[in-house]
């Protein structure tokens, strides 16, 4: 015999995925500061602390993602965000041992600002206050530790700036 849980899991797991979609749509729409239109968020990310957090006309944010928004996010318009990208904009004080503390004791938050048109790969980390500018792209796998300049492109561990959208490859050969 199903439990009234596992009935009503079973039920959502029969709900088509584009249903389930929508429905995700509509409850960011709801809770986030911002919701552009057209704003699509894949229904297995999860965005904590999200009444800080804005997101864009048409900007895309892929399954899997997790946001910590208590600092406060801001998404561009027309960003895409690959699949399992981590976007944090709080952390704890790397020096909470010095004053006595515990880390779990400590909180820091500091802003993060994605420009618009910038396309984040897959697996990016974006930690706490950086700013990403406008069309930028960051490879898959990069880790952002320092700001982006606009029409950069970024890759690593740390991530580091490799060329710009507005050079062109032919000059490179």
């Given at each position: 015999?199903?439990?009234?849980?596992?009935?009503?899991?079973?039920?959502?797991?029969?709900?088509?995925?584009?249903?389930?979609?929508?429905?995700?749509?509509?409850?960011?729409?709801?809770?986030?500061?911002?919701?552009?239109?057209?704003?699509?968020?894949?229904?297995?990310?999860?965005?904590?602390?999200?009444?800080?957090?804005?997101?864009?006309?048409?900007?895309?944010?892929?399954?899997?993602v997790?946001?910590?928004?208590?600092?406060?996010?801001?998404?561009?318009?027309?960003?895409?965000?690959?699949?399992?990208?981590?976007?944090?904009?709080?952390?704890?004080?790397?020096?909470?041992?010095?004053?006595?503390?515990?880390y779990?004791?400590t909180h820091?938050?500091?802003?993060?600002?994605?420009?618009?048109?910038?396309?984040?790969?897959?697996?990016v980390?974006?930690?706490?206050?950086?700013?990403?500018?406008?069309?930028?792209?960051?490879?898959?796998?990069?880790?952002?530790?320092?700001?982006?300049?606009?029409?950069a492109?970024?890759?690593?561990?740390?991530?580091?700036?490799?060329?710009?959208?507005?050079?062109d490859?032919?000059?490179?050969?």
């Amino acid at each position: 015999m199903l439990t009234p849980l596992h009935a009503l899991l079973s039920l959502l797991l029969r709900v088509p995925r584009a249903a389930r979609k929508r429905l995700s749509d509509f409850r960011w729409s709801r809770t986030l500061m911002e919701f552009g239109p057209g704003a699509q968020i894949g229904p297995s990310s999860i965005i904590y602390n999200a009444e800080h957090v804005s997101l864009g006309a048409n900007a895309v944010i892929g399954d899997f993602v997790h946001i910590w928004g208590g600092g406060g996010v801001s998404i561009g318009e027309d960003t895409m965000i690959g699949a399992t990208t981590v976007i944090t904009s709080q952390s704890h004080d790397a020096r909470a041992t010095s004053k006595g503390l515990l880390y779990r004791e400590t909180h820091s938050k500091a802003p993060v600002v994605i420009g618009k048109n910038v396309f984040l790969g897959s697996n990016v980390t974006v930690l706490p206050g950086i700013r990403v500018g406008d069309n930028a792209i960051i490879g898959a796998g990069a880790v952002l530790t320092k700001d982006v300049p606009d029409n950069a492109i970024v890759m690593g561990v740390p991530a580091r700036v490799v060329g710009s959208i507005l050079d062109d490859p032919a000059e490179r050969a």
